[in-house]
């Protein structure tokens, strides 16, 4: 199977199906079920795509399924470039599994439940909670001694929750500066 975007459009909605030299043949049945039976008629190649090697670029085909890190961060958008940046650069590209919620920690027991199942399925060692200037789900409150706070009271329930867990916490400034809080 060639590495080609297909393009079908309906009355109501425009389709796009990306089919990549799949190794799966239950991927590659359904894909060909989709194309054949629900849009019948020769596809229109619109876009090559370049191969890709999925041993190489896919983790989730991957067989070790840890990872060592957890970063918990707020979902704001002008954030979420320094976070990753962030990640690259200090653990090195390894990887590690993200929880997104707006506020960081703020409804700790969410955040409590996420971290669970990732030291559970993944065995994280270690959690990395950001919290950032300017967050909405903070409003007025959102200053350095609060965030500073609230990543203390997280520390502290993860401590008592999962005693071998190590937690570092960080305040990240608009400018991209991240700043530790722990």
Known sequence: MHSVVYHYSSS????????????????????????????????????????????????AKTANKTCDYLLVGCIDFRFQQYM?????????????????????????????????????????????LIHHEDCGAYGSAS???????????ARQCLHEKFPDLQVEGYYVRLSGEFVPVF
Not at 86 to 114: C, H, M, N, R
Not at 119 to 125: A, E, G, I, P, S
């Open 12 to 59: 109501l909605l425009m389709y796009i199906v990306w089919v990549i030299n799949l190794d799966d043949s239950r991927e590659t049945s359904l894909i060909r079920w989709i194309l054949c039976y629900h849009y019948p008629g020769p596809p229109n190649p619109v876009t090559r795509i370049p191969k890709i090697n999925f041993q190489e670029k896919n983790m």
């Open 84 to 128: 990753r940046n962030w990640a690259e650069q200090q653990l090195g590209g390894a990887p590690y599994d993200y929880v997104g919620f707006a506020g960081s920690t703020k409804e700790l027991e969410t955040i409590l439940t996420q971290v669970e199942i990732a030291v559970n399925l993944h065995q994280v060692k270690k959690a990395i």
């Open 143 to 153: 200053v350095f001694e609060k965030h500073a706070a609230e990543l203390q009271k």
